[in-house]
């Protein structure tokens, strides 16, 4: 059986990949229908298409240079449906010859479905 915990760890990471490769597709795939994003400092994004909407207007934004988020810790819910992913993230921004950086930390819940974990919501600080 594979270890639930590494089991979400694999998918941020592959949300970390979709938005390298600035993917809006790529990324709203590894999220349920009624996801729930609360930007740091910004709106709470309700739905694949506003998530989508807004991770296309910022890989439209040639000075965006991406988001890496790092997980600290996978707490598992019991039964092991659940999981709330905690961890810290950092922005990118060209500025110039400079690159200016956005960093926090977030929380994100995960759902076990017949195909796999899937992001509930997530809130980035």
Avoid: C
């Avoid at 934004?61 to 988020?69: A, T």
């Avoid at 810790?73 to 019991?78: E, K, Q």
């Amino acid at each position: 059986m594979t270890d639930p915990a590494a089991s979400v760890r694999q998918r941020r990471a592959e949300s970390n990949a979709a938005i390298a490769a600035r993917s809006a597709d790529r990324v709203v795939a590894l999220m349920s229908p009624d996801i729930s994003v609360s930007v740091a400092g910004g709106p709470i994004l309700i739905g694949l298409e506003a998530s989508r909407k807004a991770f296309a207007e910022q890989f439209a934004e040639r000075d965006f240079l991406g988001y890496v988020r790092t997980p600290d810790a996978i707490a598992m819910h019991h039964p092991a449906t659940r999981a709330t992913e905690r961890g810290r993230w950092v922005g990118r921004w060209r500025a110039g010859a400079h690159v200016r950086e956005m960093q926090g930390v977030y929380r994100a819940v995960w759902q076990l479905t017949d195909v796999g974990w899937f992001l509930e919501s997530e809130v980035f600080e």
